[in-house]
């Protein structure tokens, strides 16, 4: 058995990345701390920290920091179904992980009466549409937003509907860079918008339309939603964006749809574990109806 202080020690030391912060945080001494882990390490006979500034998981720490985390959950989970709270407080904390174009657009919306009505504190962690399921596996949130179909092991999924995305920019835009057309040379040159280095989608786009690889364009990563969209309205690049941020920008003539060809929707799914509290019963019932009103139909 797990001696349940030393984990907690290596725990503490492992999400702050600091034997002080450690300390300050379990109320003990940093030598104390050490003491706990350095025990924990030759009980496993494995190194589970790699001392620095941070303090860093060895592959053998990473997988037991996934364990304990998964475990403080799980017993989180099992405190909330059976009180219905925590700490003495009328709110009940929610974790779920969501992609960057969900969070700026419907989520809250659709999300909002049922965390107002049942007292819940929402904790929302960021990561792109194909990764967030990760954080559901590493027992790291509740519920999660995925473009994966399939759930996993003790978890459901259900279809929320299509996001829907467009190749646009501004007139001037394309009278700078695309006055003769969309060809594969004008989008060598021309600058794109992208979220990040883990958004694929327009480097997809671009290599089964036009064989172009990402090193073969010029590029701005812009790593949030509504200044990605700020970005492209502001004529830095082109670039994909949802519908729902689009609204009512290509009737006012204020962008154009440069490519449709190019329009991708993307299928959202709701995963979440199948035993939760009677709060997330109802986040999750909320949130598979209201979706319909922001999402194309599955």
Not at 19 to 33: D, G, I, K, P, R
Not at 71 to 76: A, D, K, L, S, Y
Not at 84 to 94: A, T
Not at 271 to 278: A, G, L, P
Request: charged share 15%; aromatic share 8%; hydrophobic share 40%.
């Amino acid at each position: 058995m797990l001696d349940s202080k030393q984990c907690q020690a290596f725990l503490a030391v492992a999400e702050t990345g600091s034997f002080e912060y450690a300390s300050l945080q379990l109320h003990l001494t940093a030598s104390a701390v050490s003491l706990r882990v350095q025990a924990l390490e030759r009980q496993l006979g494995q190194m589970l920290l790699i001392r620095g500034r941070p303090c860093q998981t060895t592959p053998a720490g990473e997988q037991l920091l996934q364990h304990l985390q998964r475990q403080r959950f799980t017993e989180q989970n099992f405190l909330q179904n059976l009180q219905g709270k925590q700490d003495n407080s009328e709110f009940i904390k929610v974790t779920i992980a969501s992609n960057a174009d969900s969070l700026a657009t419907w989520l809250l919306p659709a999300l909002q009466q049922t965390v107002i009505q049942q007292k819940i504190a929402l904790e929302i962690r960021l990561d792109d549409q194909s990764l967030t399921h990760t954080l559901l596996e590493a027992g790291q949130v509740h519920a999660c937003i995925s473009v994966e179909a399939h759930p996993l092991r003790g978890c459901l999924a259900k279809p929320l509907g299509y996001m829907r995305y467009k190749m646009v920019a501004t007139p001037a835009f394309v009278g700078n860079w695309f006055k003769n057309g969309i060809s594969r040379q004008s989008l060598m040159q021309a600058p794109a918008v992208i979220f990040n280095q883990k958004d694929h989608m327009h480097h997809n786009i671009l290599l089964k339309l036009h064989g172009l690889t990402s090193n073969c364009y010029p590029h701005h990563f812009i790593p949030s939603s509504e200044t990605f969209v700020h970005a492209i309205h502001r004529g830095l690049g082109y670039g994909l964006v949802p519908d729902l941020q689009i609204g009512s920008a290509l009737e006012l003539g204020e962008l154009i749809e440069i490519m449709p060809e190019a329009q991708t929707d993307i299928l959202l799914y709701w995963h979440h574990w199948q035993q939760q509290s009677t709060q997330l019963q109802q986040l999750t019932k909320q949130i598979c109806q209201n979706s319909q009103r922001f999402l194309y139909p599955a």
